[in-house]
């Protein structure tokens, strides 16, 4: 479905620098690793509907406090880089005209690789410590 929220709301194209690496995200309320979307509007990660709900109530609080009422309502799948609008209810296709969605699912998708390089390096870092420790031994 195309959303016409979607050029109005979605601004970040990265994840914010203060949140972990993808690998350790967790529920800005609940701490949940599962389900977690990304608010296009602000870069806030939360749970989805099926885990907590927070992401969704991260919406309906905006709505309450704002006089947008479509504000914060397009979040995108941390894991499966699909979007969603709650106002619309429905999985959004369509990106922006600047291409905000393809520029953060290639962000994501970076930080995802670089996690994963940098969990080998520690690990094999670890192993040729074990190494050294039982030849010393």
């Keep these: 479905m195309e959303c016409p929220h979607l050029q109005q709301i979605a601004k970040i194209t990265s994840p914010t620098c203060k949140e972990n690496p993808t690998s350790q995200w967790s529920c800005s309320v609940c701490k949940s690793t599962k389900s977690l979307w990304i608010c296009l509007a602000c870069g806030v ?14 919406m309906e609080d905006a709505k309450a406090h704002m006089e947008d009422e479509n504000h914060h309502c397009v979040c ?21 005209k600047e291409g905000h969605l393809e520029k953060l699912r290639t962000n994501l998708q970076l930080m995802r690789k670089y ?17 050294a420790v039982n030849v010393l031994h």
């Design 45 to 58: 990660v939360n749970c989805g509907r099926y885990e907590n709900g927070h992401a969704k109530a991260h």
């Design 76 to 96: 995108l799948d941390c894991n499966e880089l699909s979007v969603f609008c709650y106002n619309c209810d429905e999985f959004v296709i369509n990106d922006t």
């Design 115 to 131: 996690v994963l390089k940098l969990r080998t390096f520690v690990m094999l870092l670890m192993a040729l410590m074990l190494m």
